[in-house]
């Protein structure tokens, strides 16, 4: 079973605001992510949105992998 989970794999955490610029939680909720039921995820996730645009931040976009020098893929 997966769980679900905002993470975009950009973890930095605004030194003023606290929060993830890559998903929008804050350190406390990534440490405990894994811990929390469902309904506790979702109601989290659903603030994401306003809880960033509050802080005046823009979400980072997700990682990408780079490619390898000389590799084929």
């Given at each position: 079973m997966?769980?679900?989970?905002?993470c975009?794999?950009v973890?930095?955490?605004?030194?003023?605001a606290?929060?993830?610029?890559?998903?929008?939680?804050?350190?406390?909720?990534?440490?405990?992510?894994?811990?929390l039921?469902?309904a506790?995820?979702?109601a989290?996730?659903?603030?994401?949105?306003?809880?960033?645009?509050?802080?005046?931040?823009?979400?980072?976009?997700?990682?990408?992998?780079?490619p390898v020098a000389?590799?084929?893929?």
């Amino acid at each position: 079973m997966t769980k679900t989970t905002p993470c975009i794999a950009v973890c930095f955490i605004d030194p003023t605001a606290d929060l993830c610029l890559g998903c929008g939680r804050t350190i406390q909720e990534i440490a405990r992510w894994h811990r929390l039921a469902d309904a506790e995820r979702l109601a989290i996730m659903a603030q994401l949105p306003a809880r960033m645009a509050a802080a005046g931040l823009q979400p980072l976009s997700p990682a990408k992998p780079k490619p390898v020098a000389g590799g084929s893929a």
